[in-house]
């Protein structure tokens, strides 16, 4: 069996992605305060409810902002050879991943406000089946990837 790979994703990636959790967390925390107030205007609505869309909300909240980012950065791993690029991701199932660079057809990368706050890009490998991320790497290294892929891509196809 193959070693997993060794390039890990940018520590700020676990910043990232807590920001985002408690973005994502506002919804539920909005129905669960209004599920709160709108027993006192509605009779047949009860506290009950809003009382366990509350433990939901705080369950959910600790899960995705607290413990899942760190549980998500230590599995991410990636690796560029010549001829493939090796991904690892996943928590519970870990998704081994390995790309031959003659199926690359191209190369992007991508920054949303809360990647670009901390400095981070997503590349985005596309073959013509399939699209693979690598998420949350610093931007000169997500540009100098992306550039070393597409060559080696390139050199590839061009020996075919």
């Known amino acids: 069996m193959r070693l997993p790979p060794t390039e890990r994703i940018a520590a700020d990636a676990v910043k990232a992605w807590k920001v985002t959790a408690h973005l994502v967390t506002v919804i539920p925390l909005l129905l669960t305060v209004a599920s ?7 009779d047949f609505f009860n506290y009950w409810i809003g009382a366990g869309l509350a433990v ?4 959910l909240w600790v ?8 549980l998500r950065w230590k599995r991410w791993r990636y690796e560029v050879f010549d001829q493939e690029i090796y991904i ?15 199926r690359v057809q191209h190369v992007d ?7 670009k706050k901390y400095g981070l890009a997503t590349l ?22 992306r550039d070393q892929i597409s060559e ?3 050199v590839e196809q061009d020996d075919v």
């Open 88 to 102: 690892q991701h996943g928590i519970l199932i870990v998704t081994r991943t390995l790309v031959p660079m003659i």
């Open 124 to 145: 985005e490998i596309s073959t013509a089946a399939t699209t693979h991320e690598i998420p949350a790497l610093l931007e000169a290294e997500a540009s100098d990837l």
């Open 36 to 42: 709160l107030i709108l027993p006192s205007f509605v």
């Open 63 to 70: 899960f995705s902002a607290i413990i899942l980012p760190n």
């Open 56 to 59: 939901f909300t705080i369950v």
């Open 109 to 115: 990368t991508q920054q949303g406000p809360i990647l």
């Open 152 to 154: 080696l891509a390139r």
